[in-house]
């Protein structure tokens, strides 16, 4: 079985948005590589965005981000899915039914780019459940960015029951509490979220997404695991773990100096050709490419 390496970045979210990369050109690519025989044109690099920072990483890749992580919601990322999931989510509707719970709302929030369907579970308000925690909801924002990718956002709520009783005022609450679901939905996603084309970065703070961009104050939460892996690398992928907390004392990333000139790995990776990890790391106020 031919070995494979995975290459493991951990990105801390200390700066105010990424470090840039220099470029690495032909000339110093040949100096350091004299006896190697490198494909310059599939090593040009192009910026990429991914969460707070940016990388600059060979333009034919493939990347991929299964779940995130941001302020308080969870978000999961379904590659290639949004056309099977806006017709389950049609489906759901027309049979009033998802699964074993009801459909009670569902919400067109963008055409053709995001909507919004809301289920409670087929249980009995005099059952020993609801009457101790309240009818329980789920809330599901469904968008889509610059592609055929499905970014789904999931929430809960609870109605309480009546001393085991319907609400006499349950309609309305049940209205009530889903408007303000889709408040936050907007407030927290769909009103600062635009699509992103590949190797575009945003000249702000905010949060990279495959396809599309979340516009913050670079401090909101946020942590994900994302994956690049490169057309003509099948056998190396690029993890990058994002928002772990660095430990009372511990350097920055900007601070740190991850390949010592002696290392013995650094000279290695250097013959290699990849340019995945950084020479230069220079802070920046905003997500904007570096130019020399």
Not at 32 to 38: D, F, R, V, Y
Not at 66 to 93: A, C, L, P, Q
Request: with cysteine; proline share 4%; glycine share 4%.
């Amino acid at each position: 079985m031919k070995p494979t390496t995975t290459v493991l970045l951990t990105v801390f979210l200390l700066t105010a948005c990424t470090p840039a990369v220099s470029p690495l050109t032909e000339q110093n690519l040949s100096a350091t590589t004299a006896s190697s025989s490198i494909d310059t044109a599939y090593w040009t690099e192009q910026p990429y965005c991914s969460s707070r920072y940016q990388l600059r990483l060979p333009s034919h890749l493939r990347h991929g981000s299964t779940h995130i992580d941001y302020n308080g919601w969870s978000v999961m990322v379904m590659f290639n899915d949004w056309n099977r999931n806006v017709r389950n989510i049609n489906e759901f509707k027309s049979s009033g039914e998802f699964g074993t719970d009801i459909v009670a709302d569902t919400r067109t929030l963008i055409p053709d780019r995001a909507m919004m369907q809301v289920t409670r579970s087929d249980f009995d308000w005099d059952g020993r459940y609801v009457k101790k925690h309240g009818m329980p909801y789920e809330a599901y924002l469904y968008f889509k960015l610059d592609n055929n990718d499905a970014y789904i956002v999931r929430s809960y709520f609870r109605i309480p029951s009546d001393h085991g009783k319907t609400p006499a005022n349950w309609k309305a609450k049940e209205k009530e509490l889903i408007d303000g679901m889709e408040k936050k939905f907007r407030q927290d996603f769909l009103n600062n979220l635009w699509a992103r084309q590949e190797f575009e970065v945003p000249n702000r703070q905010g949060i990279c997404l495959i396809g599309g961009f979340i516009a913050d104050d670079g401090k909101k939460p946020f942590t994900a695991h994302t994956t690049v892996e490169f057309a003509k690398q099948h056998d190396m992928s690029l993890e990058i773990m994002h928002g772990d907390e660095l430990k009372k004392g511990e350097s920055t990333l900007l601070q740190r100096d991850i390949a010592p000139k002696k290392a013995h790995w650094q000279k290695s990776l250097k013959s290699q050709a990849t340019a995945l990890f950084v020479k230069d790391r220079v802070p920046l106020t905003a997500c904007q490419v570096r130019k020399n």
